[in-house]
């Protein structure tokens, strides 16, 4: 039998991983152009009450998974698919 896979969006999958994070004093952000970008990657995350960099270069669907916020028949949809 074949498995089906079911496609997030990367806006669904940000908001979970947001709130997966927020129970732990964290919030993710996602990098803007330029330097910012260079250095943390696209993604980040910050601890909230020091407000210092906790994760940087952060693969989106790999640390959904590491959250346990993506199933295993889940996967990120790409924009342009």
């Known amino acids: 039998m ?6 997030i969006s990367e806006r669904a999958l940000f908001q979970r ?4 994070l927020k129970k732990e004093g964290q919030k993710i952000f996602r990098s803007r152009a330029g ?3 260079m250095n943390l990657g ?4 910050v601890e909230i009450w020091t407000n210092t960099v906790k994760r940087y270069q952060i ?3 790999d640390f959904g998974r590491e ?3 993506v199933a ?6 790409q924009n342009g698919a």
């Open 35 to 37: 330097m910012q970008k």
């Open 72 to 77: 295993d028949y889940e996967y990120l949809k």
């Open 67 to 69: 959250c346990s916020v």
């Open 42 to 45: 696209t993604y980040y995350t």
């Open 17 to 20: 991983i947001q709130r997966r």
């Open 2 to 7: 074949t498995e089906r896979k079911v496609p």
């Open 59 to 61: 693969d989106l669907e």
